[in-house]
Each structure stands twice: as C-alpha cells, then as structure tokens.
C-alpha cells in the first residue's frame, strides 16, 4: 500500500488517466469534481471515492482541495475490483 497527498489549486485538473492498481480517493479539503466517461459527480471533504484498476478517469478542482490516494496493491499483481458491497 502507498499513500500519497495531493493538492490542487482551484481551476487546476487531472488530465485523464488509467491506474493499474486499485485506488482509494480521500478528499479532506475542498471538493473534486470526477469523470470515468460513464458517470460526473463530485466529491467532497470527508468523502472517498474508489477507482478500479483500469478505469479511465479525470478530476479537476474549483476551490482550494487537498486529498489523499491510497494505491492498494502493487503494479503487475493480480488485484480483485473494489466493491463496498457485502458477501453473502
């Protein structure tokens, strides 16, 4: 597991982009405005939103935010699709 800050400033954006490893979003300031190409929404303090491996992905920020990802495996190794999901 790796966990990295990031920072951006308002207007400031992610350019598109795949991760190959699962990937756990943590906004802890401001809020971030995502696109997969399915789906827009946002994301704000105190929330989190989960990447799978190989989703396509951008963000961009319209105030001052700051988060945190968690990158939940390692490059090259088999990783299983995040699910908040219950097993039955």
Do not use: C
Request: proline content about 6%; hydrophobic content about 40%; aromatic content about 6%.
């Amino acid at each position: 597991m790796r966990v990295v800050g990031l920072r951006l400033e308002p207007g400031q954006n992610i350019p598109e982009h795949r991760n190959a490893i699962p990937v756990a979003l943590i906004v802890t300031e401001g809020r971030l405005h995502f696109d997969d190409g399915l789906k827009r929404g946002e994301v704000g303090a105190g929330e989190m939103m989960l990447i799978n491996p190989g989703e396509r992905h951008t963000y961009r920020a319209d105030v001052e935010t700051s988060a945190y990802l968690v990158f939940a495996g390692l490059p090259g190794v088999r990783s299983r699709l995040w699910s908040l999901r219950r097993k039955h």
